[in-house]
């Protein structure tokens, strides 16, 4: 499966010039590839201003989103402020080249940033069946937390949508990897550029990492898309060689 980092900077709390500047960056690109995948909040950038550019999801983004999806003949996906019934959600969104979606609600909400203030925590994991890999999509804060992410559905690719600033970057680095070691999976990371409004800085490090804690794709600091490959049968040669994810310990996880 390949897949497609797209690392890029963002405007403030402007979806349409937002969504402008990505198209170009998706149909600029010549080479095939099975999945795109956007930053976290890729329309608006991390704000805490939900009603400012909130949407529904027959709004504007999640139809550009299906548009392109459609046009490139992949799956794309990225996280976006959507509101429903008055609640406001960070919610991840895969399209399927059909235009079919699933959709998967940030789960640990920013707290230093006030994210859990304004917008409601999501509440299940979400699977999604793609090209033959099982990917399991979470957002920014959620690489934290290794309890929700721990591989008990038999998934091939943590897939990580952020905007991760550079102070704690080193972080993200580090627990990109042990993520992909400890779950025996593929572990890509998808990150912004660029300064905020609140003039925090971020450096990107858009990365792929393999089951082994190998770089596919080294952390990049550059405005870019950048390619990758998966490979489903490495991936399962090396479980059944190294089978590691049999002594697993058994838990419930209650939220």
Known sequence: MKVALIQTSLAWENPTENRSHLAQKITGFMEEV????LPEMFASGFTMNPKTVAET???????????????????LTGSLVIEENGTYYNRLVFVFPDGTLKTYDKRHLFTLAGEDQVYTAGKERLIIDYKGFRICPLI???????????NTAQYDVLLYVANWPKPRINAWDILLKARAVENMSYAVGVNRIGTDINSLEYVGHSQAV???????LEPQETDGVFIVELDKEKLLETRSKLAFLDDRDAFELII
Not at 140 to 150: K, N
Not at 210 to 216: H, R, S
């Open 140 to 150: 920014c804060y959620d690489l934290r937390f290794p309890v929700f992410a721990r």
């Open 34 to 37: 099975d999945l795109i995948v």
């Open 210 to 216: 393999d089951f082994l804690g190998n770089y596919l």
């Open 57 to 75: 999801m027959d709004g504007e983004t999640v139809a550009w989103l299906q548009h392109l999806s459609k046009a490139k003949d992949c799956a």
